[in-house]
């Protein structure tokens, strides 16, 4: 806005809607208006209804003709006739009247004995009715009772077979623990064998060659000493997480191959522990040790032996 143009007043939104609103609200309050005034000028209209009974009675009877009185001839005045002799008469019997307090006493004991065999009709009633329940109560427990048998003989023959498979399963177990332990047991005499074997021909050799160092020589075998300390290194670099479960401390047996600068040139697994995940392990830590040092004498074995086992580390 400018200064040489006029200020006008902005217009309000929504006026034709709010001018359409009142309008339809004054014109509904008019119609009702009208229209309670002229329902309370307007004249009742009176209803007439005839009421009928639903049960059908007979109409009163119509009064009957009144007849004619009848005019009779004058009788004729009968003939003397002679008198008759006279007949005695029977002695007249009188009925027994029953008193009314004799009758109000019979019936009184009348009333008393239909109560009485109504008493006893319902007793029998409610007797015979309550060894019905009875009967159905009994049979009910009895059917409860055997279903509770059946059931307790279903949950024996489940408890029962479950534990002779289970039983099954832990002889199964121990058979293959047996098993492990005598192959393990059968592996370390064979290794305990082989480590006597190649003392004895390392003192062989010793023995022929004159300077005893045949052992320490390239080209030969670790001495023990040798073996102890790459053994060590070996186990220091096994990376493996023993399991309680783990039975025994089933041992590994590995043969190193290494060429003359300490590189390794093979391993090969001469006898396994039945863990492979330790196995692995143990062959990695072999990789992972490589180049070896040399022995005493200066010099690297050509092979050596490693046993490790997995609870040693």
Request: proline share 11%; no cysteine.
């Amino acid at each position: 806005m400018s200064d040489s143009t006029p200020y006008n007043m902005p217009k309000e939104p929504g006026r034709w809607r709010a001018i359409l609103l009142a309008t339809v609200v004054h014109a509904a309050l008019f119609g009702l208006l009208w229209f309670g005034i002229r329902w309370q000028n307007e004249t009742p209209v009176a209803v007439e209804a005839e009421v009928w009974s639903p049960q059908a009675r007979e109409a009163a009877p119509r009064p009957r003709p009144v007849p004619e009185p009848e005019v009779k001839p004058k009788p004729t005045p009968p003939e003397p006739k002679p008198a008759p002799k006279e007949v005695p008469k029977p002695p007249v019997i009188e009925q027994p009247v029953d008193k009314p307090d004799i009758a109000l006493e019979q019936e009184k004991k009348r009333i008393e004995e239909k109560k009485r065999l109504d008493d006893e009709k319902r007793k029998e009633k409610e007797r015979q009715e309550k060894a019905r329940l009875e009967e159905e109560r009994q049979q009910k427990i009895a059917e409860q009772k055997a279903e509770e048998k059946r059931i307790e003989k279903e949950k024996q023959e489940k408890l029962a077979a479950a534990k002779k498979k289970a039983d099954a399963e832990e002889l199964k177990k121990k058979q293959a623990a047996e098993k492990l332990k005598e192959q393990i047991a059968a592996e370390e005499k064979a290794a305990e064998k082989r480590h006597q074997e190649n003392l004895e021909r390392m003192t062989a050799q010793a023995g022929t060659g004159g300077s005893g160092n045949a052992p320490k020589t390239q080209g030969g075998r670790a001495d023990s000493d040798y073996a102890g300390r790459v053994g060590s290194k070996i186990k220091s670099n096994t990376i493996f997480n023993v399991s309680d479960a783990l039975s025994g401390n089933p041992p590994v047996e590995y043969e190193v191959q290494l060429l003359p600068d300490g590189s390794l040139r093979s391993v090969r697994k001469v006898r396994p522990s039945g863990v492979p995940g330790f196995d692995e392990a143990v062959a990695r830590a072999i990789e992972r040790s490589s180049p070896f040092p040399p022995d005493r004498s200066g010099t690297v074995p050509s092979s050596f032996n490693v046993i490790h086992r997995p609870k040693d580390q």
